[in-house]
């Protein structure tokens, strides 16, 4: 089939690569000139581990290509990917969904014969209906069809998340396009996902309901994890016993930092503020949002405790700053609220990540990159363990000592107590 992906970030990107390598044909389109000359020459925007070599296969084999063309991209292709931003409004709390209508505008006038327009970014009930309200104005109804597609991909497990889905959500009511879109995913209906067909609004409801929920399981086990550590009980232990049960499930109960990224944050406002329009309570989520948003703010408290509030002149060191491993991701990160306060208190920061230098330090006062967990670690009075990034599961921190030992501040649980205190370590941990 012939598909026409419009944004090539992180959805857009992803997607359409994993598409063409299903043996479509497909074209990546952005207004950004210099990002489809570097997508030509095989270079990547975002890190997501296996994604460049499956754009560069194939580009070579021609199923893959990139343009600035809006119009010439959707006039060749029978399948429209509407794949652009919608970050939370500036000042507000609600999708900011100017793009996605700028860019129905555009399709509006380049429809030659029947298209259907997928949204395929994450946008608030009734979205749909003003894109088909958009295309109506230059189009006879009978040339398209709108359906939203939300996708399910995590950042750092994209490619196999698009592979082997759960589930494949289609919302339309129109047979057409319902017949086409299965036939586009049966290579991975065959392997076992899920189809479900539903209505174009509950289809853009399940994707908000899915992340919300999701953030909540986070929240929950983290505001247990804080009563666990005043009550000498160790909150792996209850993540286990809860998500033994096949109705609860353990994914996403496990205790660390606040929930950040590209999507959980964004999502949890915009599902209050569409629930709001709508005149419906969301207590629950609500209460989501307002205890992430303070957990940070109990992280440093532990900080301060473990310091003993002697914060002036202390060598923190971060091991990993992204909000997740597996992702260059760094929207909502709690190393962003974390390291300019306590730089602010006269700490000195050193960080390291395995995806590099990170811009959003670069004006904060005695924070400072550095290029090896080794160097990143010498003289430092606290490592704080923000990201459970393989390289961090396996070190001995012995053979980073010269003299005064450090103390670890294990963000992700990713040791176990008794193992670092055999190397003569303090250790601490979340909710044990």
């Known amino acids: 089939m012939k598909l026409c992906m419009i944004g090539t970030g992180y959805v857009g990107l992803v997607s359409g690569v994993c598409f063409s390598d299903l043996g479509n044909e497909v074209i ?172 174009r609004r509950a289809a853009e409801l399940i994707k908000y309901a899915s992340n919300a929920f999701l953030a909540t399981k986070i929240t929950f086990i983290n505001e247990l994890a804080n009563l666990c550590e005043k009550t000498a009980i160790n909150i792996e232990d209850i993540s286990i016993g809860m998500g033994l049960d096949k109705r609860i499930g353990s994914r996403f109960l496990r205790a660390g930092p606040a929930y950040g990224g590209s999507c959980f944050p964004k999502d949890t406002k915009a599902i209050i503020s569409t629930a709001d329009k709508f005149k419906t309570n969301l207590s629950v989520i609500k209460s989501v949002v307002k205890s992430n948003e303070k957990r940070s703010n109990i992280l440093l408290e532990r900080v301060y405790k473990i310091l003993k509030k002697k914060i002036k002149n202390k060598k923190i060191t971060f091991l990993g700053v992204t909000f997740k491993a597996n992702t260059d991701d760094m929207r909502d990160s709690s190393s962003l609220q974390m390291i300019p306060i306590l730089s602010k208190k006269g700490a000195k920061i050193k960080y390291f990540d395995p995806t590099g230098y990170k811009k959003e330090f670069k004006n904060i006062k005695n924070v400072s990159y550095e290029n090896s967990i080794k160097k990143s670690l010498q003289g430092s009075d606290l490592v704080i363990i923000h990201t459970e990034w393989n390289d961090f599961k396996s070190l001995n921190f012995k053979k980073f000592v010269k003299g005064k030992k450090f103390i670890i501040f294990d963000l992700r649980n990713i040791y176990s107590s008794s193992k670092i205190k055999t190397q003569g370590f303090k250790y601490f941990s979340i909710g044990r």
Do not use: H, M, W
């Open 28 to 199: 990546c389109v952005d207004k950004d000139e210099e990002k489809i000359k570097l997508l030509k020459k095989g270079v990547i925007p975002i890190y997501e581990p296996g994604l460049s070599e499956l754009v560069i296969k194939n580009y070579k084999n021609k199923r893959l290509s990139f343009s600035s063309d809006l119009r010439t991209s959707v006039n060749k292709s029978d399948i429209i990917f509407i794949c652009v931003g919608t970050p939370t409004i500036k000042g507000g709390s609600s999708a900011d969904l100017s793009q996605i209508y700028k860019v129905a505008k555009e399709v509006s006038t380049s429809i030659n014969k029947f298209k259907i327009i997928i949204t395929k970014s994450t946008v608030p009930v009734t979205t749909g209906d003003e894109i088909e309200k958009i295309l109506s104005k230059k189009n006879n109804k009978n040339k398209f069809a709108v359906v939203s597609n939300p996708e399910f991909l995590r950042e750092g497990e994209a490619i196999r998340d698009f592979t082997y889905p759960d589930r494949i959500i289609i919302g339309s009511n129109e047979k057409k396009s319902n017949r086409i879109l299965k036939n586009l995913y049966s290579p991975l209906i065959s392997k076992g996902a899920l189809y479900v067909n539903t209505s």
